[in-house]
């Protein structure tokens, strides 16, 4: 019996790092082909949550954890925020100390899901936690998405306060690189300011992301 639980054990770790290593192509592929990773990982939904729910354990932690950050964005882009939520949480969960790369991601993706969700105290809670992580381990690029989106949590409570937190990502993601990121911030600061009736300014903001897109 004992070593039949081993040969199981065995052959699920070895099913865990095929799918580990599947997540984590998919995840720079994406860069790229966005659809047709989508429609792979669609095709292997079972096993990946098969495999998530064997690693999302403390003996295999760090698997876990590094195929719950991989899997992230397909969960977003996929309008699975539920279920991406439920496992980040849990591999947030299993080392809520963890000052690293891995953690600072997986924090950024908690706001990432928990925007598309509507939870919107959560965004702000996990983009903090991602943006000074991303500080800790001199992570441009994750900060940028995390203060971004400290921006966006605020849009529907604190008119100044979302417009000052704009103001302040939008540079941080242009040093990231992050264009996206940079834009959105721009958006939401000339929001802002036309909510309270600067039209003027918003248009001076908003206008050179706008013509960049249509350069």
């Known amino acids: 019996l004992q ?11 070895r099913h865990l ?6 997540a984590q192509e998919a995840e720079l592929g994406s860069v790229h082909d966005q659809d047709h990773w989508r429609t792979v990982l669609e095709a292997e939904h079972d096993n990946i949550h098969a495999a998530l729910q064997w690693a999302l354990t403390p003996s295999r932690a760090t698997a876990g954890r590094l195929l719950t950050a991989a899997m992230s ?9 539920q279920e991406g939520l439920g496992f980040v949480r849990r591999a947030l969960e299993l080392d809520p100390d963890d000052a690293s790369v891995v953690g600072a991601r997986l924090h950024v993706s908690r706001a990432r899901l928990a925007m598309v969700a509507g939870r919107m105290h959560e ?11 991303a500080n800790q381990v001199d992570d441009p690029a994750i900060g940028a998405q995390a203060a971004t989106m400290r921006a966006y949590s ?3 409570v604190d008119t100044a306060g979302c417009h000052e937190q704009a103001r302040r990502a939008a540079p941080v993601s242009e040093a990231a690189g992050d264009a996206f990121n940079h834009d959105w911030s721009v ?20 206008r050179p992301a706008y013509e960049r897109t249509r350069a």
Not at 4 to 12: D, I, N, P, S, Y
Not at 123 to 133: F, M, Q, R, S
Request: hydrophobic fraction near 45%.
């Open 187 to 206: 958006a939401l600061e000339a929001y802002t300011l036309d909510r309270r009736d600067r039209h003027s300014q918003a248009v001076e903001v908003a």
């Open 154 to 156: 605020l849009f529907f």
């Open 17 to 22: 790092d095929h799918y580990l290593r599947l």
């Open 123 to 133: 965004v702000a809670e996990a983009a903090a936690a991602a943006e000074d992580l």
């Open 73 to 81: 964005f397909q969960w977003l882009i996929r309008s699975q925020a």
């Open 3 to 13: 070593q039949g639980c081993g040969e199981v054990a065995q052959t699920r770790d």
